[in-house]
Nanobody
Framework: QVQLVESGGGLVQAGGSLRLSCAAS????????MGWFRQAPGKEREFVAA????????YYADSVKGRFTISRNNAKNTVYLQMNRLKTEKTAHFYC????????????????????WGQGTEVTVSS
């Protein structure tokens, strides 16, 4: 069992930056592949970024590639999402998720694979 708590959301101007954090407690954090997802108002939740247990592999949705960076600090039990050049149309609730079934270098974009989810943090991008 692992508990995930996201933080760092808030109001930011279009073109600005924000860094989200997801702190994990419970089982050994380095045992989990991690992912970030977002859900805009009236839309389905979608994949944003993922990172393997070791941190050696990352993967991004095409819409954020080159602007967002996912990273992790296993010593601090935390995964981060650095978001740059934010766009107005992407105001959303951001969630982090964890999975312990994948190998140390694997990751996944599939929501149903992730076992644990945080409550999310809201990111509002103003024009």
């Amino acid at each position: 069992q692992v508990q995930l708590v996201e933080s760092g959301g808030g109001l930011v101007q279009a073109g600005g930056s924000l860094r989200l954090s997801c702190a994990a407690s419970g089982r050994t954090f380095s045992s989990y592949a991690m992912g970030w997802f977002r859900q805009a108002p009236g839309k389905e939740r979608e994949f944003v970024a993922a990172i393997s247990r070791s941190g050696s592999n990352t993967y991004y949705a095409d819409s954020v590639k080159g602007r967002f960076t996912i990273s992790r600090n296993n010593a601090k039990n935390t995964v981060y999402l650095q978001m740059n050049r934010l766009k107005t149309e992407k105001t959303a609730h951001f969630y982090c998720a964890a999975d312990h079934k994948l190998s140390s270098v694997s990751l996944t974009t599939t929501q149903s694979v992730y076992t644990y989810w945080g409550q999310g943090t809201e990111v509002t991008v103003s024009s």
